[in-house]
């Protein structure tokens, strides 16, 4: 039986032109990603996107646009399951009020979850700055249509 992975992101690019995003580890694996993360039981892409948002950074977001969904083949990195990635252009309803740094992986120390947000410039990051493959080809893709 073929198993699927069904994973929600969103893109918050602000006035600026700089993108959120996250850096975790889970065990000894560190990666960056956009924020955002898997749907549960009974749930629409919309509604996991908003929870995520609400549990991941304490922010109420609204959906602008769908931006893309994986029109490849891609196996989850964490699992034998075949990953299937949809990302949104969204915006904050209100002020972005976590706490941000300007370096990858600073985690704070007295925090036990392994995860912070960044605001990096939309022209340099790159598909070297971030993990996973799906988030590589939207990268280029926004290289594209945004810078």
Known sequence: MNKF?????????????????????????KFTKFPGGGLE????LIDALKR????????????????????????????????????YLIKPKNNLDIPLVSTAFDFDEQNSCKQCFRLVDLKTLTTEDLTFPVDKHVI???????V
């Open 52 to 87: 995520e948002f609400i549990e991941e950074c304490n922010l109420e977001i609204e959906i602008l646009e769908h931006y893309y969904t994986t029109d490849f083949f891609v196996q989850s990195i964490f699992s034998e399951e075949q990953l299937i990635a949809v990302y």
């Open 41 to 44: 039981k009974g749930e629409g």
């Open 140 to 146: 280029k893709l926004m290289m594209e249509h945004f």
């Open 5 to 29: 992975n069904v994973r929600v992101y969103g893109l918050l690019i602000n006035q600026e032109q700089k993108i959120l995003i996250t850096d975790e580890q889970l065990g000894d694996f």
